[in-house]
């Protein structure tokens, strides 16, 4: 199928998912297409955004996945809730930016990683994970630790890193999450800012061996956690 038909087919399997109380996950919407197409896993995300924005679906989504709007109540809700994340994004980016350049500059610590440019998205993708599952943090995208000295490099192409990380958290980050996005100039370098909140449930990183593990951050290190530990997060967060 061409993207124009599985747009069509998602559009289809969302319209068996009227109201928030009847969702479906982004990942179990890729498992029935995979019996369909090879094409649509990177692509779900972006092809629902189509739907809504082009063939105005009023599709909507929740902490439990995906969903189509079937009445004026939960309309006003979702909107109400779209208005509340925009401002709240809008606020935490103007604090980022501001904050940005000093925080590169003191160098990584448990909520903040820098990463030269030329790493590959999975390691991105690997230490977002970490972050999230222990307080949330910034990774900082073209400045590095050297020695002492921090190193700013220009990020080429940032829209593509956007985009490239994200197709790359659909594939190993399970389940997937979202992440927030900017670019900031930094001297005579720009760099790539992506920042995610704290977790309220564990998420686990899949390199491709399936074997699924739980980065999380141990000062300005990305270990392991243990069964254990695991068990303990639970433990306390019930």
């Known amino acids: 199928m061409n993207s124009e038909e599985v747009k069509k087919r998602i559009a289809e399997i969302l319209e068996q998912h009227q109201g928030s109380s009847n969702t479906i996950t982004s990942r179990e919407i890729r498992e029935q297409l995979n019996h ?4 649509a896993p990177s692509k779900v995300r972006k092809l629902i955004s189509e739907l809504v924005l082009e063939e105005e679906l009023p599709v909507a989504s929740n902490s439990n996945g995906y969903y189509l709007i079937q009445d004026e109540d939960e309309l006003e809700d979702y909107v109400d809730k ?14 980022v930016q501001r904050a940005v350049g000093t925080m590169v500059f003191r160098g990584e610590s448990r909520d903040f990683e820098l990463k030269d440019k030329r790493s590959d998205r999975a390691t991105i993708v690997k230490e977002l994970v970490a972050l999230g599952n222990t307080e949330g943090g910034t990774l900082v995208i073209g400045a590095s ?9 220009t990020v080429d192409d940032p829209d593509q890193w956007e985009e490239s990380v994200n197709q790359c958290l659909v594939e190993l980050a399970d389940p997937p999450f979202d992440i927030e996005y900017s670019e900031e100039e930094i001297g005579e370098g720009r760099v790539v800012i992506f920042r ?3 977790f309220s449930t564990l998420r686990t990183y899949n390199p491709g061996n399936e074997k699924h593990c739980v980065p999380s951050r141990a000062g300005t290190t990305t270990t392991y956690l243990t069964g254990g530990e695991i068990q ?7």
């Open 82 to 95: 779209l208005e509340k994340r925009a401002r709240g994004i809008n606020e935490r980016k103007l604090g």
């Open 232 to 238: 303990r997060f639970y433990d306390d967060s019930s």
């Open 36 to 39: 369909e197409t090879d094409e």
């Open 196 to 198: 995610v909140e704290q």
């Open 145 to 153: 630790e050297q020695g002492e000295d921090i190193e700013i490099q």
